[in-house]
């Protein structure tokens, strides 16, 4: 079992824009919810690229106040992401932005944003056009 657990820089939604189109109401872009996380991508296939999926994680001040508490969730939810991304295939040769939202309004612990990581990714990889 040689599997690559790396999260690369060319894995990361880092454009302004592309962040902006994912989540602009257009008929490409898809959305699930499963508690602590919601998640929602958009298919990108003006860009090419070897990474399958770009990511952001977005934990909202609103919902967790305290800094310290929102750089925990977002490395929860970085960890999950990390450990679950390679079990899922997406189509090749085109590369899919998803973005996750933290929703709950207290920390949750790791095993239930691992359990949301893999039912988001699994609706992602099935609901994403071949």
């Not at 994912?22 to 990474?51: I, K, M, N, T």
């Not at 790791?110 to 359990?115: G, T, W």
Request: aromatic share 8%; proline share 8%.
């Amino acid at each position: 079992m040689d599997r690559n657990f790396r999260l690369y820089k060319k894995q990361r939604l880092c454009s302004p824009t592309a962040i902006e189109a994912l989540f602009a109401h257009s008929p490409e872009s898809r959305g699930a919810l499963c508690y602590p996380l919601r998640a929602v991508w958009r298919p990108d296939p003006s860009r090419r690229s070897d990474a399958p999926l770009a990511f952001v994680i977005v934990v909202p001040k609103r919902r967790l106040r305290h800094a310290v508490d929102r750089v925990l969730m977002r490395r929860r939810i970085r960890e999950a992401f990390r450990l679950r991304h390679a079990e899922f295939a997406m189509p090749e040769g085109t590369r899919t932005d998803i973005a996750f939202v933290y929703v709950a309004s207290t920390t949750e612990p790791y095993e239930a944003v691992d359990r949301a990581m893999q039912r988001l990714l699994a609706k992602a990889a099935e609901n994403t056009p071949s």
